[in-house]
Structures are given as C-alpha cells and as structure tokens.
C-alpha cells in the first residue's frame, strides 16, 4: 500500500487527506490543532487515520507557524547590516498612514530588534551598478561584532541596488558567515531581488525573524515522523502554490508565509481543469476569515505584494489571495452611527459562535444561519458536534434589541453584510487586476464557502457556483495535488528601443539553470517544465504587467511579439494603448515545475449518511420555505434539484436557494446555477 | 428678504464676487440680502442669516464694501 | 419655494443594510478608481506617492462617497465640482465628456492640482458625476516642478486650465490637448498621467451603471440623499460632544519667499451645539509670496482636523462637511484674491490650519487632541534635462515629519503631514529615475521629537549629492524658523530646514548664505553643480504634556532604541536626577 498525505495545520484544526495511490481513494480527517506540539497532533491524525509511518510514501505539509509567528511577533532577534546612511530604512518606512482621520493609528513596528541593531556598512554602489564607494571589509567585521554583542540571533543583509548588482551583498554575506558562524543570515538579493529597498529590506528582515523557529519546527517534526516510521524526505508547501523539500523551508522560510491558504488554491486550479472552467474565483471561507483568489486562463495568479500587517510587505512570489475577516465566527455589533457591522473580528475558536456552547454570547454568522434553518445542529461536521440553537437565537435577540429589528430580519443581514464584504474583497481582487468578475465561476471552499458561495455569486452577477469535492478539507486535498515549483527573478531595466535579446536570453538560461538545479535539490528527478515571462510597462508608468513568453530561443522578433501583446493588454484592461511608445523591461522570471502525477479526486463514502429530509429555511422577503435536505453522496450524477436546498456532508453544508439549481457533475463537483 | 441672482461668468475681467460672510468666490448663483444697511452678497440665505446673527455682533457694522 | 423643499417626495427611508451595502460600494468603486490610476500613471509623485483622490457626486455637486487618498484634496474638489457646475451649467455636459480643471481662482486648490469630472448618464438622465484629482508633477511654471518658492503671481505656477472639456461625447478635443502639452516641461508625463485619470473615470462609470441597472437609479438617488443625511446628523452627534465654548489659537506662516514675514493666522472657533464657525478675522493680510491659502484650502484644512476629531467610521460625504461655517476674509492669507500665488497654501499652510484646530481645543477636549506635526511636506523641486536621453525631467520631492505626541501614545515618526498621505520615492526607484542626484543618507533625527509626557515623532534629516552638471533646485518649506509646538506641557519638535554645501567646501550654509535667495527655506531657480551637496531636515512633532511626568520605562525604551540620547534624557525628562534622588 502506498499512500500519500497532506496535512494542513491551522490554527484551530488539522485537516488530513491522504490517497491511497494504488487503490485511487482518498480519505479526510480532521482533529484539534496543537500549537504547542504540533508534530504529535500530526502523527495523532496519522494514527486516527490509520496510516502507519511506513506506509507513509509521500508526506507534504501546509503550516501557518511561519505567518503566526510573524502576526504574534514571537520571532527571533534580528539585526540588519545595509548601507551606511539608510540605517533608518526599516522605521521611516514608506512615510504613509494606513487610513486616513485616525489620531490614534501607529506605525507599524519593524520587525528589526532595535534600531541600534539596524547598523550601516560603508559601501555604496549606484542605480547602474558603478562603485561609487568600495565595500569596506574591516568594518563589516567591525559590526559583526556588535551585532554579536547585542545578542542578535539572525541577520538580515540588504544594501541599495543589490536586486542588480549582488557582488557587496555577496562579500557581506561571506564576512558575516566567518564571524559570526552559526548565526542565521539571510540575504536580501537571494530571499527578494526586487527594487524598492523598504520593501526587499522588510522581506529579507522578516526572513531572518523566522528563521531560528522555522529550523526548530521542521527538525521536531522531522523526529517526531522518523520515531513514528516514516523513512522518506518530507515536503512544505510554500506561498508561490508549489511544495518544497522541508530542508529548504528552514533555510527561506518567508517562502512559508501563505503556505496554508495555498493549498486550497492549488486544488482549485486542479478541479477547475477537470471541470474545463477556465477562470475561477475562489472563496476559502473557514471559522475567522475568508480568502478569495483568482484563476485566469486555468493559472493561478501570483503576487509579490504580500503584507504581513498593513506596511510591513513581505515581497516574496505568493499565490494571490486576499483575506478579509468574514468567516463563520465573525461577530455582529452596532456601530456608534447605529449601522450594523459583521466582522472583522471573529470569536473564534474560543469562545466561538454562541452556539457552540462555549461561553460565547455575541452573535456570529454561525448563529445567524443556523437560525435560519440553513445549518442542522445535529449534523454539524457531519454529527461529531452539536450546535445550540437556542443560544444562538438569544445572541441574536440582544442584538435585535439594540437595532429595534425582527430577529430573523437580523439575522438575515447578517449573513447579507458578511456576504457583501466577501463580495468586496472579490471586486478589489478581480477588478484591480482587470477582471470582470461576471465572467467567473465562483469555487467555494471552507467549512463555511458552500453555504455563502451562491448569495455571494449573486450579488457579483456571477452565474455559477462550483462546489467541489471534499470542500471542508479542501486545503489538504491541495497539498496532496502540489507540484514542485521554483520562481527566479533577474531585474534588470531595458527600453523597448535598445534590448539586446542576447543578453536576455543569456540571463534567462542562468536563471532557468538555477531553477532547475533547485527543483532538483527538492527531490524532483523527471522532466520539468519551464515557463519564461517579462514584466513589462510604459516607460514612466510604476507598475508592471507579466507577460509569458513563447517557448525557444528569445530574439528581436519574440520580443517584438511581446510588445504587441502588451499593448493589446494594456487596450482591453485600460480602455487605452498609447501608439509608438517606449515600452519599459523591468524584470525576468523563470518558473520550474516538476509536475506530479494527476490524483482523481472521487468523494469518500460519507462517515453518517442520512436520509433525505425536508426542513424550513427562512429566506429575505419569502420567508420561511420548504427546503430539501440530502446528502451529497446520494444525489445522482446529473440529477438536477431545484432551490431551496441544502446539500449536507460531513464537512460543509451548500445552501441553494429558490430559483437555482443544483447539480452533481461526473467529476463529483456540485454545480449550482444562480441565475438558471 | 433677499432673492436669488445669477452671476454672469466672465473672462475679460478678474473681479469676482465674493459672499459677504465667509469670503468666499461665489460660482454662478448667489443670494442677495439687504444686511447692515446695504444690498450684499452671500452664498446662500443660511450665510445670510449668520452674518445677522454671528458677524454683525461680534465684528461690528462693516466699513463700506466695495 | 426654496430649494430645500424640492426633494418632498422621497421614498421611503431605505433599510439600514441597503445602505451600508450602497455606502461600501460607493467607496470601493472610489478605491478602484484609485487603483486604476495607481498602476497606469507616469509620475513617481502620482504612482509610487499616490498623491491623487477620487470622489461621486450627484448632479446636484454633492459629494457622495470618496476613497481615502489624500485628505486636502478631498476637501477642495469639492469646491471644484461645484465651480464646474456652476460655470458649465449641467446641460452642457453629455454622454463622454470629460471636463478638466485646475485653475485655483475657480475653485481648485492650488494649480498642480487637475481635476478630471466626467458625467454619469443613464437612460440619457445625467446621474452622477465622477471625478479624480491628481498633483502633476509638472505644469509649466517658472521653473520645473510646479512649486515656485518665490511665485508672486499665479501665472508663474503653471498654466491655468478653467473648467473646459479634454474629451467631448467619447472624443478627444485636440485643441485643448495642444494648448495643455505645449505648455508643460514634460508633457509625454503629462499624457501619460491624463489617460491614467480618464481610465479611472471610465471605470467608476460602468461602476455605477452595474449599480443603477441592479438597485435601480431611485436607490441610488434616495440612498445617496439618505447616506448624506446620515453623515450630518452624525457629525453633529459628535460636535454636540465638544463642549460649547469660543476656543482660540494663534500660529504664524515664518515667511513668504519674498522676504517678509512672518504672517499671523487667527482662529477663533465658535462651537455652538451642532454648529462650528471657524473665524479667521484678524489674520495677516495676504502675501506676495506663495504662502497663501486659497479658500477652499482653508475650509478643507478645518474639514480635515474635525475628521479626525470625530467618529472615522461616519460615511464620507456632503453632509460631514454641512456642519461648518468658515469665515476667511478675503484678501488674507487664509483667502487670498487673484493673482496672489497659492502653491504652498495647499502643501505648507493647510496642515498649519489643521492642527491649529486641535490647538484651540485642547482644553476642551484633551483627549482627543494632539500636538502640532512637523507641519511642512518640505517641498524641494527640481529639473533639468536627462544627459542619456535628451528628454526633459520634473520633480516635486516631499518629506514626512514628526507628528504630535497623543494623550496616550508618542507621535508617530516621519510620516507625511496631516494635509496629504502620499508615499516616499524609494532611493532605488528616485536615482533610477532622477539621475540627477545622489542620495548619501536617509535618516531619523534622535532627540528631533518634541519632549512629553507623550513625545512627538521624530523628524529627520537627507543628503542629496548632485551628480550632473548642472541642476535647477527649488524649495518651498516651513518651520525653519517657528517650533512645532507642543502641547498641554508639552515642549516644542526640532525645526526643520535646508542647507547647501558646494563642492569642495566643508560647510553647510542656508540658500540665502550661499545664493542670496531672499528665503532660506522658498526660492526658485537656482542652479547646483556636480558635488553640491543638499541637506533637508524635516521637523519633529510637538510633545503632549509634562515631560517630566513621563513614564521612566518609556524613557529608558526610547534611550535604548536611540531615540533620545542621554544628554536629552537628563535635560528634558530629569532621567539621571530622579535615579540619583532614588538611589540616595
């Protein structure tokens, strides 16, 4: 028997799908989290699962401990080396506040352990790589030893313009390492060469925060794997939405700051191919939060404009998703103004939604749709928790009160407003990009994604819903599904009048050359593809748009290819292209993949089915209606139902309302039809 | 009781009418009031009716307008 | 009849989440709109400082949602949109107009500034407006950059543009195109940043179609009013929490450029229940140089400091701003008459105002006040020719400073003054693009924050080295000579300033030292060379009271950190006296 596992560790669950490779099943399972032991909740779940160490063929991990330590702050002490000059960089920051009209808004605090511990290295090159002062060696050794006297834990390296010339970076590196040994450093040209020194500067910082735990976490669960028998060399999945051999997340560990989330996107990808739908919006919606992404022409979009609070950016290459604070636990309140509010905070786990009994008494959206109708209290991950609807409606009547509304009125808005700010953030991800969201299928995920995912896709226009398999553990099924992906990026400026193709094809082989080496370092042993692509723009314009280039060699006329493509680009998202302008090179990217094989994702046999069954769901302006409730196993491949209905499983409840359909596809996806 | 007036826009002189109160050019339409004993600008009655209540006794009767 | 009893008929009120979902909508449509211009724009002061706004209004000039760019813009289009509609009369606007609009003495703010409106039809009825305003980096004015120290005209600050149309019925007017490019130093910017404005205005169009054509347009009109009554009857709730009283406050613009000074500013404040009067009788007459604020500058400095006095999450509209009477006597540096030059009015002079509000009503309300900021963008302007191009470059740098201690927390350091929230230009991205300058550091001043029981920020301090034969400088800053003031006890931020050092010589020396510009810290035109060096010092933000009652911890953290030296420890917070005393 082999099997292959994903595990996703959040924060109040962890999830486990593993496939039986020569059976081609799957099974899913979650259990509490344990967040201080977090390798024996994973060998637990094993154990729970039973999957026997040695069965164990293939093991790939999706964590958050790398973006909790940063939102927590429980990382290392790191000192940073950059140009004499620009000490100050990490608290000047971009000079900005995050909103405007609030006195009591503070900057957020670097990530550095003092500013004493920010020291300048006596060196400077300029935006065209000439030395205008020479790296000054003894002084470097100089700070070595005052970064060691200030108790440093790691060191983080970024000097001005090293995104394109890395020689000083390189000799800094190299005199760090001689003096202070065993130290961790991190180094801005090889963890981000982007431009922006803030930006590189916060990426490789944070890099270096992380890196002492991240070490002691992958080594644990090393051990704690090896004691439970399994012999094989593990992954992580990193934010770019490929895996990496646990070995290299201890040493770039900010490649793990989306490592959870990108599960769920990988996975989407994967069933939207199946389906043949070729751009998705996905919507990940769990207890606290929900994360909304996008996939165009069946890829993945990717960013480099990840945050780890407002301010602090973490440039690293990370599938784009957006979160916001709508999930299941989000909390109701009244504003000063007397508007009703859902979220961004959420209850959580603990006290959690009021009906969970927990203590909790403020109203969530958990409480809202269960007193609704639209989630069964007896059958609330698939039975293994019971929800208390009279504490719900209690929660909501005291929040009724104050806004002098009907209970189930509230209730109903609550879950609108939740809806809308999901229906927000999908805007801000679609259209700022260029995307109108109406020409998108809508995939929901998340314990929660299936019951809001139509209501949301009403609002936007859109006209479909995906619900796929396993949604409840959809993350997991990700990790199982992830290829091995490596991005590399070389910066340097061209003009569209005067590049030489030669040199960019050069580059682009050294790049590629390092890519494939890596992806080889992680494990992968076929034959990998590569994808090539150059983020290009006006001359004048700040911000870059990628685009792929065609296989084969790179010459005048690929790139002439290229400019044409740009400037229809520009056309259809802009509305405008500007005639016989300089079009600016900024950046090259090469990405390796080393593809695994295709898993058939087919629904596992349910722990408690029940029989189909009717109940009332209360709907804005009709009311209470008659609603069927079954089981998503015994819906028939083609069967088409009619809305109102809800389509149970053991981790999710999909919600179709009137004058909807739903279906199940032979991929055993739900396909509901908003507007039918 | 003062009325509404509209304001011819002109480019071939700089002059431009301002409100009595708050000093500000007035665009188009303005309200004119008899106040303090003379016909005045204003942007609208609400400014109007300040001046009465407002400037007038804390600023004291204007010196003649030009 | 009057005007008000038009709207009689209203339906009825709409629900409160109907509201909240057209409110979110709105203001979302606003920040894409901002996006889009955001990542197509040409200029660094446009693109990488996002130094632009964008806002709906109705046809009646109302301001209906805006998005959270810069806060004196937002104040002054709205005097803008009105001056437009005023002048053009709402039907003379079509399907696909686009009007622009930057002239100050019609209702924009300072001339940088364009404005680009556009009418919203639906079913051939004119709906809504949208429109965005955004600082060019640069408009013709007498010397590159926009901002001209020593101005004493508004025809030396770039070339006035009263609201005509740059687009008619979908179609570009070409006439006006030519009149604008030939009149700016880099009008391949210029075009470049104008289509970014009209594609963001394209977008907030189909916006509000989608809008109408699901909610249908009585929604959008009766929510739009009822979101604009929401906002008054809040913003009077929360002036109504302000105790009654005449509150005053004095401060001073140090000097004009030409040479004189300085220039006293007078506020009196009349709170009254849910009304505010903000006089400024008795301030100076107006300058000759451009310090000068034209009125809709002053109203939107005094709108920005009762925004962040009150409730944030209140809808920003119209009816925020119906609470206020601003009395600025014509011909005064708060309302200055044609053709006084009003450049740094918008960048130097609105900040001034606004925290002269927190100023007066510090008694009242200390809570929620704070002490001055830094008070000057610190405006340093300069262009010239690009040795590898040939092509002409522009460029208006600004600095962040220190912002006033709080009742409950320490200023914040170096983040730009309360009258905008425009990003820096990163060293990478400005030599790239400005290889006129090389810049040698970048840095917080220590001991630059006002001393408190809750300090100011730090200010901070950059060198630029020239690196090009020759280079056209110009500057536009404050608080060279007048203290950010602290408050409640608190004591004063470090100043702020500029110097020059020339090439080979050891010393820093003012501009007036150097060049006999009349002002060290507002000149135009004058030219650097190859190795001269720039200083600018931006100030550090005024202290909230006694210093001495400053927590010791607090003062052993900012030692440790290095953001008060020892010596200035001792001085200002009694630091080693009070260990001494408690060890003896």
């Not at chain 1, 407003?417 to 809508?442: C, Q, W, Y």
Request: aromatic letters at 8%; a negative charge.
């Amino acid at each position: 028997m082999a099997l292959h596992a994903g595990i996703d560790t959040g924060g109040t669950f962890t999830d486990l799908v593993a496939l039986d490779a020569t059976e081609g099943t799957l099974r899913a399972l979650k259990t509490s989290s344990r967040p201080d032991q977090p390798g024996r909740a994973i060998t637990t779940a094993l154990a729970d699962a039973g999957i026997a160490g040695e069965a164990l063929e293939r093991f790939t991990h999706g964590t958050t401990v790398g973006t909790n330590t940063l939102i927590e702050r429980t990382g290392c002490r790191v000192g940073l080396l950059t140009t004499q000059g620009f000490e100050d960089t990490p608290y000047i920051q971009r000079i900005n506040r995050k909103v405007l009209y609030d006195l009591s808004w503070t900057k957020p605090k670097p990530l550095v352990a003092t500013r004493r511990a920010c020291l300048g290295v006596s060196e400077r090159l300029s935006a065209s790589g000439e030395i205008v002062r020479a790296l000054d060696e003894d002084q470097v050794r100089e700070l070595c030893a005052e970064l060691r006297e200030q108790g440093i834990e790691a060191v983080a390296i970024c000097l001005l313009f090293s995104y394109a010339y890395t020689e000083h970076e390189q000799a800094v590196k190299r005199i760090v390492e001689e003096e202070l040994g065993a130290i961790p450093v991190s180094v801005s040209h090889e963890v981000a060469p982007i431009w922006r020194e803030y930006e590189r500067s916060n990426t490789t910082v944070a890099d270096a925060y992380l890196k002492p735990l991240l070490r002691r976490y992958v080594a644990s669960l090393s051990d704690e794997l090896v004691a439970y028998g399994m012999t094989r060399t593990w992954t992580i999945m990193k934010s770019n939405g490929g895996a990496m051999l646990s070995s290299a997340a201890a040493t770039s560990p900010i490649q793990t700051v989306m490592s959870g989330p990108a599960g769920g996107m990988i996975a989407a990808e994967r069933v939207a191919a199946r389906e043949g739908i070729a751009n998705v919006i996905t919507f990940d919606m769990g207890g606290t939060s929900a994360d909304v992404g996008l996939i165009v022409d069946g890829q993945q979009r990717h960013t480099t404009e990840y945050e780890i609070e407002w301010g602090l950016p973490a440039s690293v290459p990370v599938i784009d998703i957006k979160s916001i604070g709508a999930g299941g636990g989000s909390v109701a309140w009244v504003d000063r103004g007397g508007f009703l509010r859902v979220g961004p905070r959420s209850a959580g786990a603990q006290p959690g939604p009021a009906c969970y009994g927990r203590g909790g008494e403020e109203a969530t959206v958990t409480d809202a749709n269960l007193l609704l109708g639209r989630l069964d209290p007896g059958y609330f991950l698939g039975g293994r928790m019971s929800l208390e609807h009279n504490l719900a409606r209690a929660a909501i009547e005291r929040l009724a009160g104050q806004l002098d509304m009907e209970p189930l009125e509230l209730a109903a808005s609550i879950v609108e407003i939740a809806n809308e700010n999901t229906a927000n953030a999908i805007k801000m991800v679609s259209l700022e990009r260029g995307h109108d969201p109406r020409r998108f299928t809508l995939l929901g995920f998340g314990g929660a994604g299936p019951l809001h995912a139509a209501a949301v896709a009403r609002s936007l226009d859109i006209p479909r819903v995906l619900i796929p398999p396993f949604p409840g553990v959809f993350s997991a099924v990700g990790l199982l599904l992830a290829d091995l992906r490596v991005d590399k990026i070389w910066t340097k400026a061209f003009r569209s009048t005067d590049v030489d193709a030669g040199e960019v094809q050069r580059q682009f082989a050294l790049i590629a050359e390092r890519a494939l080496a890596e992806l080889r370092q992680e494990g992968f042993s076929g034959k990998p593809e590569t994808r090539r692509a150059i983020n290009m723009r006006y001359l004048g314009q700040n911000y870059e748009h990628e685009l792929e280039l065609p296989d084969g060699e790179v010459s005048e006329r690929t790139l002439a290819d290229a400019f044409t493509r740009f400037a229809e680009m520009h056309q259809e998202r802009y509305g405008y292209a500007i005639d016989g302008e300089t079009i600016e090179l900024v950046s090259f990217k090469v990405t390796a993949i080393g593809r695994r094989p295709p898993v058939r994702l087919v629904d596992a046999p349910p722990e408690h089915v029940r029989e189909p069954a009717r109940r009332e769901v209360y709907f804005r302006g009709l009311g209470f209606l008659d609603t069927a409730l079954v089981h998503r196993s015994s819906l028939e491949l083609g069967q088409v139902l009619r809305g109102p209905a809800l389509v149970q499983e053991d981790s999710s409840t999909t919600l179709v309302a009137p004058e909807m359909t739903v279906r199940r596809s032979e991929n055993g996806s739900l396909l509901v039809e908003v507007r039918p | 009781m003062g009325e509404w007036r509209d304001s011819e826009v002109t480019y071939l002189q700089p002059y431009r009418v301002v409100c009595a109160l708050c000093g500000q050019l007035v665009p188009g339409r303005y309200w004119l009031e008899l106040a303090a004993g003379e016909q005045r600008i204003f942007c609208n009655p609400d400014h109007a009716a300040k001046y009465e209540s407002y400037w007038l006794p804390r600023h004291g009767q204007p010196e003649a307008s030009r | 009849m009057t005007p008000s009893q038009g709207a009689t008929d209203a339906p009825a009120a709409l629900d409160p989440v109907t509201l909240t979902v057209l409110d979110n909508y709105l203001t979302s449509t606003c920040r894409d709109m901002g996006v889009t211009m955001m990542t197509t724009a040409y200029s660094p002061i446009f693109n990488e400082s996002l130094d632009f706004s964008c806002v709906i209004f109705d046809p009646r000039g109302q301001m209906l949602a805006q998005a959270e760019f810069c806060p004196s813009q937002i104040g002054t289009i709205k005097f803008t949109v009105e001056w437009t509609i005023a002048e053009l009369g709402l039907e003379a606007f079509e399907q696909g107009d686009v009007v622009i609009h930057n002239d100050p003495y019609r209702g924009s703010g300072h001339v940088p500034e364009h404005m680009l409106l556009r009418p919203v039809f639906w079913e051939g009825e004119l709906v809504a407006f949208v429109a965005n305003v955004a600082h060019m980096s640069e408009v013709g004015a007498k010397t590159p950059g926009g901002l001209s120290g020593d101005a004493t005209e508004i025809f030396q600050e770039g070339l006035l543009i009263p609201p005509v149309k740059i687009k008619r019925r979908g179609e570009d007017v070409p006439d006006i195109w030519k009149m604008v490019l030939a009149n700016h130093r880099t009008p391949r910017v210029t075009y470049g940043d104008f289509h970014a404005m009209m594609a963001s205005l394209e977008l907030a169009e189909r916006r509000l179609h989608a809008l109408i054509a699901e909610q249908g347009l009585d929604t959008f009109t009766a929510g739009g009013d009822e979101l604009i009554a929401i906002a008054e009857r809040r913003m009077r709730a929360e002036i109504e929490e302000i105790p009654d009283g005449v509150y005053r406050f004095e401060d001073a613009i140090e000097d004009d450029g030409i040479g004189e000074g300085s220039f006293p500013m007078k506020l009196e404040l009349t709170i009254d229940g849910s009304e505010v009067i903000a006089d400024f009788t008795g301030s100076a007459r107006q300058a000759v140089g451009p310090v000068n604020a034209i009125y809709a500058v002053t109203a939107s400095a005094i709108y920005n400091a009762f925004l962040h006095l009150t409730d944030p999450t209140i809808p920003r509209n119209e009816g925020c701003y119906r609470p206020f009477t601003i009395v600025a006597p014509r011909g005064t540096i708060v309302n200055c008459e044609f053709p006084a030059p009003v450049a740094g009015g918008n960048t130097e002079t609105s900040p001034r105002i606004t925290d002269m509000v927190f100023g007066a009503l510090a008694d009242a309300i200390p809570e929620r006040v704070v002490a001055s900021c830094g008070g000057t963008s610190s405006p340093f302007l300069f262009g010239g020719r690009d040795a590898r191009s040939g092509e002409p470059y522009a460029h208006f740098h600004f600095e962040g400073v220190g912002w006033g201690g709080r009742h409950d927390a320490d200023g914040n350091d170096m983040i730009v003054t309360i009258n905008g929230n425009c990003r820096n230009t990163p060293v990478e991205v400005f030599e790239t693009r400005y290889p006129a300058f090389r810049i040698e550091s970048y840095r917080l001043t220590t001991d630059s924050g006002g001393p408190g029981t809750f300090r100011g920020g730090l200010g901070g301090e950059r060198i630029f080295t020239v690196t090009v034969a020759e280079v056209t400088v110009g500057a536009l800053l404050n608080r060279m000579r007048a203290d950010p003031w602290g408050t409640l006890g608190g004591a004063a931020g470090a100043r702020g300033g500029l110097w020059v050092r020339r090439a080979g010589n050891g010393e820093w020396r003012t501009f007036v030292e150097e060049f006999g510009t009349a002002s060290p810290s507002k000149f135009s035109g004058v030219t650097l060379h190859d190795g001269d060096q720039v200083k600018i010092v931006m100030p550090g933000g005024g202290g909230y009271g006694d210093p001495r009652k400053r927590d010791r911890e607090r003062v052993e953290r900012d030692i440790h950190e290095g953001f008060v030296g020892i010596e200035a420890a001792r001085e200002h917070y009694g630091y080693e006296l009070e260990r001494d005393g408690a060890d003896g």
